[in-house]
């Protein structure tokens, strides 16, 4: 256990040295910085013998990092897919928690969740899927597969509510991306503080759901 927890911090360690890398341009440097943070948290839960889909889920995690570190569509768009795969990795792991919440006893704050969640999902036809030109299937795909992921952490017991929180600022993190690479002015000030905002939510999120299942 505690060699799994060593491997994590160094992985946070990693993603801490990033975030001064995050608008540097393409470069092997950058894309390593940014694939191996997430990385050692797979290799985290494998020692602290997690599940295997949160395992998985986590290395998914890092090939879509390296791919989003690199330019084009074509690397967004494998990108969009490991991390699409990821949070359907994420959804079965959440689902098999024992002692999960029913519908009837989520409290008003998940309920809260629940709401905010569809609204996001459904209000994206008018502001984001008009914006993404030939993507608009893999991203309203995507946007599909996120939220049922988000929706199934709500659903986690009070013990595993570090992964619940670590699930929303994943979510979070790819609302932020979304709105900085469809809706901003590449290179404008605004996005690029939507880019140093992007980071730090989502390692911090895959931090926390590894935390929240791998030692709940």
């Known amino acids: 256990m505690t060699g799994a927890m060593g491997v994590a911090g160094a992985g946070a360690v990693i993603a801490l040295i990033y975030q001064t890398k995050v608008n540097a ?15 050692l ?10 599940p295997w889909l949160l395992v998985l889920g986590l290395a998914l995690g890092a090939v879509g990092d390296f791919a989003l570190s690199r330019k084009g569509d074509s690397a967004f768009i ?22 999960r919440l029913a519908p009837f006893d989520l409290t008003p704050m998940r ?33 599909a597969i996120i939220s049922a992921m988000g929706l199934a952490a709500l659903h986690l017991p009070a013990t595993h509510g570090l992964a619940m929180l670590g699930a929303g600022l994943f979510v979070l993190s790819d609302l932020v991306l979304s ?15 939507a880019s140093h905002l992007v980071w730090p939510l989502y390692w911090v999120g895959q931090g926390l759901i590894l935390v929240g299942i791998a030692w709940s």
């Open 41 to 50: 948290f797979a290799i985290a839960a494998l020692l602290a013998g997690a």
């Open 179 to 193: 709105i900085e690479r469809f809706r901003m002015k590449e290179d404008s000030p605004a996005a690029r503080g």
């Open 111 to 143: 309920w809260l969740g629940v709401a905010a969640l569809v609204i996001m999902a459904q209000s994206t036809v008018v502001w984001l899927l008009p914006h993404v030109g030939g993507m608009k299937r893999p991203v309203a795909a995507y946007v």
């Open 78 to 99: 494998a990108g969009l897919g490991s991390f699409a795969l990821a949070h359907l990795a994420y959804a079965v792991v959440f689902v098999g928690v024992e002692a």
């Open 25 to 39: 341009g393409e470069s092997a440097l950058r894309s390593g910085l940014k694939t191996v943070p997430v990385a």
